[in-house]
């Protein structure tokens, strides 16, 4: 499967066998590239298709960090000016007729991708940090109102999302919640690790008689990316009598699978301009749907308070909602790849897998994580002899390989444990693989770094901004 | 095509009856290009409601979310915060503010109600406050921002004070003389007014409060902290934060400020910008001030606060620039409110002093409009059967008074009618003729055929 990364033109082929002249199982080189309206799907993408769907991306740029700002196809980016342009033309009557049966299509589209039972436990808000807060609100409510005694306990990883951590204090630690960091290994050999940090920590969480009221779990970490086991955390909290859990997969669809009956959660959201080809932004909240958690409410407050989540967050004030209402379309976009989403994820995984050995291989140092716990991302270590040495170094290599390389990915810096020897990695790139790479991309990066090398740079001769 | 020449004015249509432009400005011809999007033959005469945007507005809009759709890394690192600071410039100097750390940018005024309701909610969660404590706000007061009130205010244990304004209204000191009355009442058995939340124009019904004197009685009277939602102010009259002297003033920008959906501005007066006031998306930059906060609140599309510079160029393309506009919206819906008003043999809701680029018209009783549900039906089929977009309001009837009445009985519903620059003679004759129609035709609300 690999081997098609390496076929013989550049670009990576979503279906190596088109290439080839086509065979019978797809039977799809013969047809018109017009999709088709009536009965039969329309044909799979070409590779020229897919330069053309993103050809508004700066050619310039080997751009192999989709996991910070995602990505969008030019035919979703259309469908999404024809609803502005709606919107504009005659918004009353968009308001009064078409925006919420549209809001509904989309939501019933994403119920059904993720496995839920009912189109009510699904809401639509702008991403996961929306998301983050909607969820802590309701905690905070908690403590204010006496359902929560002070010091009862919220437990989220070390490595939660910095903004998910700012809602934490601003939400949980300052209605008096005792917030519990679990450490991580990383790099990371297996998920054992992490389990056994998440019981100690929810142990700690249940010390004193308190209780545990929440715990926030990434489904896939941002810096450094790492897969969580998410579905087995979610046992161990209904065993350890946690209220409720939070899964926080920003990274989540089109990236991981997300099955909401098999993951168990009371909250999971994830946002999708990430992985799944919507405009910027627009992101999921799935609520299970108990009487644990019928207080939930959009922070912004309009017409709409009362008449749960998904309606409220349906209407939050006259604002730009088109991006809430692609998803018809990204699913005709997605469908065009061969199997579809499954496909796609699949495909990323692979062959970040084997860009990333290809980096470690050609710079000697190694990944952050086992193949099988990252996704469509994945740390690879760079060179000890740059001496990354702290958050400002990393981000300041990072300012040079975009302005002096034209490479953008984003550089971790990893700080030494105690009785760590010198020449330990202390830097890792989180490079990305989406349906627009090419092995080119990653040769860039690959190359820049080998000649950072061979220039002798370290950090320490960055300039000081 | 925003930077066409305007050298080659032509002479306005009968249709438009504007007053003639200098050639130096807009010609009639560009403005029609500028809203060619709007839907024709509609009687768009709500543009209270969503507001409008240029075709050039549009087109700079579309080319800061290509910037970042090429390249959202190097947008975000080099680009995104410098655009926003630069909106926030002129912002600060449209409003006479003294800073521009006074100044946020929001997504509307929704959004800028549940910011400065959250903090009272703390208060009173927090033990700041006694639970007796009031809230002050108009009975007419925005329905977003009621529920708001009720989310944060009421469920965290404060009680609130509704001000009754008469409607129609006649005076500014009938305004004034009833909120110094709630006042009074929100004061009684010791208790303490934590906020006073007052609309600079009300929108329905539609009236022009005299804020700066209300905030004045609110200094006056103690009261903690005043916020003035004048979701319909920027672009409509004008605004000058100093002289009004609230704690907390936000505008939407695509109301009457050309702007795309949607951006809003939040004043905070820096003595009172306690680090306590919170965007309640909570985003990397917590803590930071409100405006840096503000600035990011996560992954989105940030590209309707980025054109203020470009609606400046556009609205200075008019006579006048933006007081020009506002001049002249205002004598126009007036005049159209009287044409209306004289047609159908009613009233308008305010004297033409109290509004702005929107009036209330009085509607035939005949239509006998006696509830919600016959004013949204008025409304439906307006748009539906006469393509008139306008909003219907349903004026209750007040206990033992008989209210304004026509040659036929009591006036129960009013129109609001707004006027922008792209709107026509024509419009305002489209509703004249439907109203005039339905109650040729002996009909009333109820009676009236909708999908």
Same mark, same amino acid.
């Given at each position: 499967?690999?081997?098609?990364?390496?076929?013989?033109?550049?670009?990576?082929?979503?279906?190596?066998?088109?290439?080839?002249?086509?065979?019978?199982?797809?039977?799809?080189?013969?047809?018109?590239?017009?999709?088709?309206?009536?009965?039969?799907?329309?044909?799979?993408?070409?590779?020229?298709?897919?330069?053309?769907?993103?050809?508004?991306?700066?050619?310039?740029?080997?751009?192999?960090?989709?996991?910070?700002?995602?990505?969008?196809?030019?035919?979703?980016?259309?469908?999404?000016?024809?609803?502005?342009?709606?919107?504009?033309?005659?918004?009353?009557?968009?308001?009064?007729?078409?925006?919420?049966?549209?809001?509904?299509?989309?939501?019933?589209?994403?119920?059904?991708?993720?496995?839920?039972?009912?189109?009510?436990?699904?809401?639509?808000?702008?991403?996961?940090?929306?998301?983050?807060?909607?969820?802590?609100?309701?905690?905070?409510?908690?403590?204010?109102?006496?359902?929560?005694?002070?010091?009862?306990?919220?437990?989220?990883?070390?490595?939660?999302?910095?903004?998910?951590?700012?809602?934490?204090?601003?939400?949980?630690?300052?209605?008096?919640?005792?917030?519990?960091?679990?450490?991580?290994?990383?790099?990371?050999?297996?998920?054992?690790?992490?389990?056994?940090?998440?019981?100690?920590?929810?142990?700690?969480?249940?010390?004193?008689?308190?209780?545990?009221?929440?715990?926030?779990?990434?489904?896939?970490?941002?810096?450094?990316?790492?897969?969580?086991?998410?579905?087995?955390?979610?046992?161990?909290? +209904?065993?350890?009598?946690?209220?409720?859990?939070?899964?926080?997969?920003?990274?989540?669809?089109?990236?991981?699978?997300?099955?909401?009956?098999?993951?168990?959660?009371?909250?999971?959201?994830?946002?999708?301009?990430?992985?799944?080809?919507?405009?910027?932004?627009?992101?999921?909240?799935?609520?299970?749907?108990?009487?644990?958690?019928?207080?939930?409410?959009?922070?912004?407050?309009?017409?709409?308070?009362?008449?749960?989540?998904?309606?409220?967050?349906?209407?939050?004030?006259?604002?730009?909602?088109?991006?809430?209402?692609?998803?018809?379309?990204?699913?005709?976009?997605?469908?065009?790849?061969?199997?579809?989403?499954?496909?796609?994820?699949?495909?990323?995984?692979?062959?970040?897998?084997?860009?990333?050995?290809?980096?470690?291989?050609?710079?000697?140092?190694?990944?952050?994580?086992?193949?099988?716990?990252?996704?469509?991302?994945?740390?690879?270590?760079?060179?000890?002899?740059?001496?990354?040495?702290?958050?400002?170094?990393?981000?300041?290599?990072?300012?040079?390989?975009?302005?002096?390389?034209?490479?953008?990915?984003?550089?971790?810096?990893?700080?030494?444990?105690?009785?760590?020897?010198?020449?330990?990695?202390?830097?890792?790139? +989180?490079?990305?693989?989406?349906?627009?790479?090419?092995?080119?991309?990653?040769?860039?990066?690959?190359?820049?770094?080998?000649?950072?090398?061979?220039?002798?740079?370290?950090?320490?001769?960055?300039?000081?901004? | 095509?925003?930077?066409?020449?305007?050298?080659?004015?032509?002479?306005?249509?009968?249709?438009?009856?504007?007053?003639?432009?200098?050639?130096?400005?807009?010609?009639?011809?560009?403005?029609?290009?500028?809203?060619?999007?709007?839907?024709?033959?509609?009687?768009?005469?709500?543009?209270?409601?969503?507001?409008?945007?240029?075709?050039?507005?549009?087109?700079?809009?579309?080319?800061?979310?290509?910037?970042?759709?090429?390249?959202?890394?190097?947008?975000?690192?080099?680009?995104?915060?410098?655009?926003?600071?630069?909106?926030?410039?002129?912002?600060?100097?449209?409003?006479?503010?003294?800073?521009?750390?006074?100044?946020?940018?929001?997504?509307?005024?929704?959004?800028?109600?549940?910011?400065?309701?959250?903090?009272?909610?703390?208060?009173?969660?927090?033990?700041?406050?006694?639970?007796?404590?009031?809230?002050?706000?108009?009975?007419?007061?925005?329905?977003?921002?009621?529920?708001?009130?009720?989310?944060?205010?009421?469920?965290?244990?404060?009680?609130?004070?509704?001000?009754?304004?008469?409607?129609?209204?006649?005076?500014?000191?009938?305004?004034?003389?009833?909120?110094?009355?709630?006042?009074?009442?929100?004061?009684?058995?010791?208790?303490?007014?934590?906020?006073?939340?007052?609309?600079?124009?009300?929108?329905?019904?539609?009236?022009?409060?005299?804020?700066?004197?209300?905030?004045?009685?609110?200094?006056?009277?103690?009261?903690?902290?005043?916020?003035?939602?004048?979701?319909?102010?920027?672009?409509?009259?004008?605004?000058?934060?100093?002289?009004?002297?609230?704690?907390?003033?936000?505008?939407?920008?695509?109301?009457?400020?050309?702007?795309?959906?949607?951006?809003?501005?939040?004043?905070?007066?820096?003595?009172?910008?306690?680090?306590?006031?919170?965007?309640?998306?909570?985003?990397?930059?917590?803590?930071?001030?409100?405006?840096?906060?503000?600035?990011?609140?996560?992954?989105?599309?940030?590209?309707?606060?980025?054109?203020?510079?470009?609606?400046?160029?556009?609205?200075?393309?008019?006579?006048?620039?933006?007081?020009?506009?506002?001049?002249?919206?205002?004598?126009?819906?007036?005049?159209?409110?009287?044409?209306?008003?004289?047609?159908?043999?009613?009233?308008?809701?305010?004297?033409?002093?109290?509004?702005?680029?929107?009036?209330?018209?009085?509607?035939?009783?005949?239509?006998?409009?006696?509830?919600?549900?016959?004013?949204?039906?008025?409304?439906?089929?307006?748009?539906?059967?006469?393509?008139?977009?306008?909003?219907?309001?349903?004026?209750?009837?007040?206990?033992?008074?008989?209210?304004?009445?026509?040659?036929?009985?009591?006036?129960?519903?009013?129109?609001?009618?707004?006027?922008?620059?792209?709107?026509?003679?024509?419009?305002?004759?489209?509703?004249?003729?439907?109203?005039?129609?339905?109650?040729?035709?002996?009909?009333?609300?109820?009676?009236?055929?909708?999908?």
């Amino acid at each position: 499967m690999a081997s098609s990364l390496h076929s013989n033109n550049t670009q990576i082929c979503p279906n190596p066998t088109a290439l080839n002249g086509g065979s019978a199982a797809d039977g799809n080189s013969q047809i018109s590239k017009k999709p088709r309206l009536y009965a039969d799907p329309p044909p799979l993408f070409i590779p020229s298709d897919i330069i053309s769907e993103f050809s508004h991306h700066d050619p310039a740029v080997a751009r192999i960090n989709n996991g910070s700002f995602g990505c969008c196809p030019s035919s979703v980016l259309s469908a999404q000016n024809q609803l502005q342009l709606q919107w504009l033309r005659q918004p009353d009557d968009f308001y009064f007729n078409q925006l919420q049966p549209k809001i509904i299509q989309s939501r019933t589209i994403i119920k059904d991708i993720i496995n839920a039972d009912h189109v009510d436990e699904v809401s639509i808000v702008d991403n996961a940090t929306t998301a983050a807060a909607i969820v802590l609100q309701q905690i905070a409510w908690g403590f204010a109102e006496g359902k929560f005694c002070r010091g009862d306990a919220a437990v989220m990883l070390h490595y939660a999302y910095g903004a998910v951590k700012k809602s934490v204090e601003a939400y949980v630690t300052r209605a008096g919640g005792y917030v519990i960091e679990v450490p991580l290994p990383f790099p990371v050999s297996s998920v054992d690790g992490i389990v056994k940090e998440f019981r100690q920590a929810l142990r700690r969480g249940k010390q004193n008689g308190r209780k545990v009221r929440l715990a926030v779990i990434d489904h896939v970490t941002s810096m450094p990316t790492v897969v969580i086991p998410v579905k087995e955390l979610v046992t161990i909290c +209904r065993e350890e009598g946690v209220d409720q859990v939070f899964v926080d997969a920003a990274h989540g669809i089109g990236c991981v699978d997300v099955d909401m009956k098999q993951i168990g959660a009371d909250f999971y959201t994830s946002n999708l301009h990430k992985w799944f080809f919507c405009p910027p932004s627009v992101a999921f909240l799935y609520c299970k749907k108990s009487t644990n958690n019928s207080d939930l409410h959009h922070p912004v407050v309009s017409h709409e308070y009362g008449n749960g989540l998904a309606i409220e967050s349906a209407w939050i004030g006259t604002r730009d909602y088109s991006s809430y209402l692609v998803v018809p379309k990204v699913l005709e976009f997605i469908n065009r790849f061969e199997g579809g989403i499954e496909g796609i994820k699949k495909r990323n995984h692979e062959y970040v897998v084997e860009m990333g050995q290809m980096l470690v291989k050609a710079w000697g140092t190694r990944l952050g994580c086992p193949p099988e716990m990252c996704s469509s991302m994945v740390m690879v270590g760079l060179p000890a002899c740059f001496g990354i040495s702290s958050d400002h170094d990393a981000l300041e290599l990072r300012t040079c390989l975009r302005d002096k390389f034209g490479v953008e990915v984003p550089i971790y810096y990893r700080p030494p444990k105690d009785g760590e020897e010198g020449g330990v990695v202390t830097g890792y790139a +989180r490079i990305s693989y989406q349906v627009y790479n090419k092995v080119e991309d990653y040769y860039k990066f690959r190359d820049a770094i080998n000649q950072l090398v061979d220039n002798a740079f370290t950090c320490a001769s960055l300039p000081i901004s | 095509m925003e930077h066409e020449d305007p050298r080659n004015g032509e002479s306005p249509h009968r249709s438009s009856k504007k007053p003639k432009f200098s050639s130096n400005y807009i010609p009639e011809s560009e403005i029609r290009d500028e809203f060619c999007h709007h839907q024709p033959r509609v009687a768009r005469i709500n543009n209270g409601s969503f507001g409008s945007c240029p075709g050039s507005v549009l087109a700079a809009q579309r080319r800061w979310q290509l910037q970042f759709l090429r390249q959202p890394d190097a947008f975000y690192f080099n680009t995104l915060r410098n655009g926003i600071t630069a909106s926030r410039m002129i912002i600060k100097d449209l409003i006479n503010a003294d800073h521009v750390d006074e100044v946020s940018l929001v997504d509307n005024a929704t959004t800028a109600a549940a910011i400065v309701l959250q903090q009272i909610g703390h208060s009173f969660a927090e033990g700041k406050f006694k639970k007796s404590d009031t809230v002050l706000m108009l009975h007419c007061a925005f329905q977003a921002v009621k529920k708001s009130i009720q989310a944060y205010v009421t469920r965290a244990g404060g009680s609130v004070v509704e001000v009754r304004l008469p409607f129609p209204v006649n005076s500014e000191e009938e305004i004034i003389s009833e909120f110094k009355k709630s006042i009074t009442e929100g004061k009684s058995n010791g208790r303490k007014i934590r906020l006073a939340i007052i609309d600079h124009i009300t929108s329905m019904p539609s009236v022009v409060i005299p804020v700066k004197e209300l905030v004045r009685v609110c200094r006056e009277e103690g009261i903690d902290q005043v916020f003035v939602d004048a979701a319909h102010a920027i672009g409509s009259l004008k605004v000058d934060v100093k002289e009004i002297g609230a704690d907390f003033y936000v505008s939407n920008l695509h109301k009457w400020f050309f702007c795309p959906p949607s951006v809003a501005f939040l004043h905070c007066k820096k003595a009172n910008a306690s680090s306590d006031v919170h965007h309640p998306v909570v985003s990397h930059e917590y803590g930071n001030g409100l405006p840096i906060e503000s600035s990011w609140i996560g992954t989105r599309d940030y590209s309707s606060q980025l054109v203020i510079p470009a609606v400046l160029e556009f609205v200075n393309r008019f006579e006048g620039g933006i007081e020009g506009i506002m001049e002249r919206n205002h004598e126009q819906v007036v005049k159209m409110g009287k044409m209306l008003a004289e047609s159908w043999g009613t009233n308008l809701g305010s004297p033409p002093e109290m509004c702005t680029a929107m009036i209330m018209v009085g509607l035939p009783s005949r239509l006998c409009l006696n509830s919600e549900e016959d004013a949204s039906r008025l409304r439906s089929y307006l748009r539906d059967c006469h393509e008139v977009e306008v909003p219907i309001f349903y004026q209750v009837p007040k206990d033992g008074e008989d209210g304004v009445r026509d040659n036929d009985g009591c006036i129960t519903g009013y129109v609001r009618i707004s006027h922008q620059v792209y709107n026509t003679l024509d419009d305002y004759e489209k509703l004249r003729d439907a109203i005039n129609q339905i109650v040729k035709d002996g009909k009333t609300c109820k009676m009236l055929c909708i999908e």
